[in-house]
């Protein structure tokens, strides 16, 4: 069966949230996503399900018109809340949501490349987030020290701005945002919407080379912030996340959480 003729048996959620969505993910239901296209026909992009107390998350796009099949993408020790961060970060835009309450996505391929979903579980520690790339090569897992980030929030980022650092730092292990500043091991600092980036990155730490570009320095003063030493500082640089976004979305979130992932432990090897 393909996933147009399994979907005319399904249900759709008429009042999505995040809750609906929660409750039916519980209920050990399948949950297909997806958005209108210009003639409002539904495009489906991406399915959820929990299987032995993992939330997956999975592209339909290798799917054919003879097999269903759900390609990986996420994978989370599934614990409730991770569904409300998910929902403000990316779901909440979306137009679908089908409930396979027939159970035929329980019968779909689930490419997980080389991995085994026991060893993609066997890597996730609570409150982490694996994103599985387009080769699936190895799951990107760090194991950090704990590790505490001051946010310095700026009022001219106001797209892919604090929730977008929020939703970064939320996937990389044993990291977590405090809001006291000088108990913090880093701030990562915002950068404007409009700032032109010199080049294609969304963090780089505040050092010698970067601290004299114009609209570092004019943010740093603004903020009355001063580069002091390396690893003190870490440029956010929001415009580059707003660009990457317009023309693929999942991949810059998936890019930002690894960026972020690379800086810290950057950070801890000094």
Known sequence: MNIIEAVKDMSNILNP???ALRKALEEDYHVIVGDKNNYGYDMLTYDLFIEDGVLYVGRLSDSSKDEIVISLEMAAIYDGKI???LWSSYLSGKDVFIIDTIGHMHEA???SGQFTLDTIKSE?????????NDTYSNPHVSNHPDTKVYIEDNTDAPICGMDAV????????NTKIITNKN????????????TKAPHKKFYEWLDDSTKDIPVVAETLTKKKMAYKEPHKILLYWSSNVVMAGLFDPNRAMYNAAMELDDAIKSYHEG
């Open 17 to 19: 949230s995040a809750d």
């Open 83 to 85: 569904i409300d961060m």
């Open 109 to 111: 391929h689930i490419n």
């Open 124 to 132: 996730l520690r609570p409150g982490q987030i694996v994103y599985l």
């Open 166 to 173: 929020k939703t970064a730092v939320e996937t990389v292990v």
């Open 183 to 194: 108990a913090a091991d880093f701030t990562i600092l915002i950068l404007p919407n409009v």
